[in-house]
């Protein structure tokens, strides 16, 4: 088992989480009634699973969602009051202490506690009032991939519980074999890729977590200088380094953030931007110099899950071409300890 | 005017507004008294101000600050429910559309709201229960300095005020002159840097939000590719991208998270790193390729205003010495309207 036999299983493992999560997605609805707010903590990828937990359960489900600073919590034993607050921690290993500190806090602060984790018997999990099992399988390789969906439709299937809904999820699964078919494209896309050493990655609203997702997949494999940005943040500063020839990358999707996206995208191909975009938005096709389709009937909120394994079959096949192995990222462990 | 005038201006700009915002800055403290947590809306510049009040309002103040996500709020039209927040918005201009509609909400949810901004009569400040009009004067360079530094300042203020502490601020001043004589050692370290094209940016604690604003100043005004991450973040994946002379930036202060930052930076040495690094923590002038230091005495919680004036001048000599304009920074307007 390798890193593309991890982002192949992706149908199989949503499929598994969505099948088993039913129940503790409906407990953390009713335990998120009594809140004014959540508050989450996570590292990596799980603070990309944070994100869209952010636009998801504050657009669908009017639930105001903040990212916590770990540190305040851990190094500088400073945590602030959590009145109020539902506080979920999201890890993989469920072992980084800055995050466990963040549930022990919430904890003795007597408020209600989540834990979305791929180890049940972690110490997160020691802390947590509900435990859901994002239940993707061991992953082997450095570079989470399926935990990374897993947790996604974790916070969908939550957002369906908290709305009293639950028929659009079946549907993920599907949507995700479709992308699963893009793999030969993003092949052929990154001849043009392979001497890149650094690039923008671009996305808003539900995407920006798969913009910044996309990033640390890159950074963490190819080597490449990936920088995420909101496509708002990039036109307050960042938009000056674009220049002839310099790599764009960008997620969108069909909703109320595509027009500015677009926008945005066009400024940069007047620049000369070399434009990638993943999406299901058919007026890039013209602006893009690759575009990488998803399914036309994927719902916005849905999105960033087919989008992203599109950019991790990008990603792998970006370090298969430029001679790296994707299953030996250099300079990483499995499992980060952060205190 | 130009760009370097204002970064000279700091220790005027900030005596000023110390001595101006006592008052507001209380009426905000006692409406915060009210709340549960905060909610803080800025883009560029402004959401690095919004940072450092996560970690100040947090740790000193007991007050969880969450960053809002303004899509939400404006392209969107979804916004969540804002029960028992303190809603703040920071705009140096107090025009950009998506923060005002931030603010707007905050109001029409009868939630106490407060405008952080230079322009008091903007459309930001009409929907705000109090207006900080941070006193930094007309900047007309495009790249942000004293505004953000009054930001901070202000920000320092209020944490003050919701203390009932207050005599600490007055050596601010003093110390972002100590800060501006380190002008002549940037200019050199420079030489070193003139041809960079990438690098990564790193802090944890009070100065992430160093890190992040000293990235953005580099993007905007040389054109290098920055990008800022938390020391803990970076160990998380990107630390993969560190190579024998990949340029890394720094800024660290003595306190709790300084073990940390000093671990990550040997390790980014081993590999072979040229490294940066803008601090008070002496164990790092071996180990820094070069090492700018602001004084010993420099409270943490404090450090990040001289230390940002540092990484400011750094960036306007590297500017120069790339052959670039810092007073016409391409492809960006001094107001960004975003929505």
Redesign the interface.
């Known amino acids: 088992m390798g890193l593309l036999d991890e982002i192949r299983e992706q149908p199989a493992v949503i499929d598994r989480t969505i099948a088993r999560n039913g129940e503790p997605a409906r407990r953390v609805a009713e335990l998120s009634a009594g809140c004014?707010?959540a508050?989450i903590a996570g590292?990596?990828?799980s603070?990309n699973a944070g994100r869209y937990a952010?636009?998801v359960?504050?657009?669908?489900?009017?639930?105001?969602?903040?990212?916590?600073?770990?540190?305040?919590f851990s190094?500088?034993?400073?945590?602030?009051?959590?009145?109020?607050?539902l506080v979920v921690g999201i890890s993989q290993s469920g072992e980084s202490p800055?995050i466990v500190s963040v549930l022990e806090e919430g904890r003795a602060q007597r408020r209600p506690t989540v834990a979305i984790t791929n180890e049940p018997e972690s110490p997160l999990a020691d802390f947590a009032d509900v435990v859901i099992d994002i239940e993707a399988g061991e992953e082997r390789a450095v570079?989470a991939t399926k935990t990374y969906t897993a947790q996604l439709t974790v916070i969908a299937l939550i957002s369906e519980a908290m709305a009293g809904e639950g028929d659009v999820l079946h549907r993920l699964p599907g949507w995700v074999t479709s992308a699963l078919e893009q793999e030969q494209k993003t092949e052929e896309r990154t001849h043009g890729l392979s001497e890149i050493?650094?690039c923008?990655v671009l996305g808003?609203?539900f995407n920006?977590s798969t913009a910044f997702e996309w990033a640390?997949k890159l950074?963490?494999?190819t080597?490449?200088?990936a920088?995420p940005f909101?496509t708002?943040?990039f036109?307050?500063?960042?938009?000056?380094?674009?220049?002839p020839g310099y790599p764009v990358l960008a997620v969108t999707a069909l909703g109320?953030?595509a027009d500015?996206v677009v926008d945005v995208l066009r400024r940069c191909a007047e620049?000369g931007a070399s434009l990638t975009v993943i999406g299901n938005d058919t007026r890039l096709q013209d602006v893009a110099t690759s575009y990488l389709a998803f399914g036309p009937d994927v719902d916005e909120w849905l999105s960033p899950i087919p989008a992203i394994v599109i950019a991790q079959l990008l990603s792998y096949h970006l370090t298969l071409a430029k001679g790296l192995d994707p299953d030996a990222?250099?300079?990483?462990r499995k499992i980060?300890r952060?205190?």
């Not at 990222?329 to 990483?332: A, Q, T």
Request: glycine share 10%; no cysteine; hydrophobic share 30%.
């Open positions: 004014t707010h508050v590292r990596g990828t603070d952010q636009y359960w504050g657009s669908r489900n009017g639930l105001s969602v903040g990212l916590t600073t770990p540190s305040l190094v500088y034993d400073r945590p602030p009051r959590l009145d109020g607050a800055d570079a050493e650094h923008a808003r609203g920006q640390l950074q963490e494999l080597h490449v200088i920088q909101s708002a943040d036109l307050h500063g960042p938009v000056a380094v674009v220049e109320p953030a500015d620049a990222p250099r300079g990483l980060t952060t205190t």
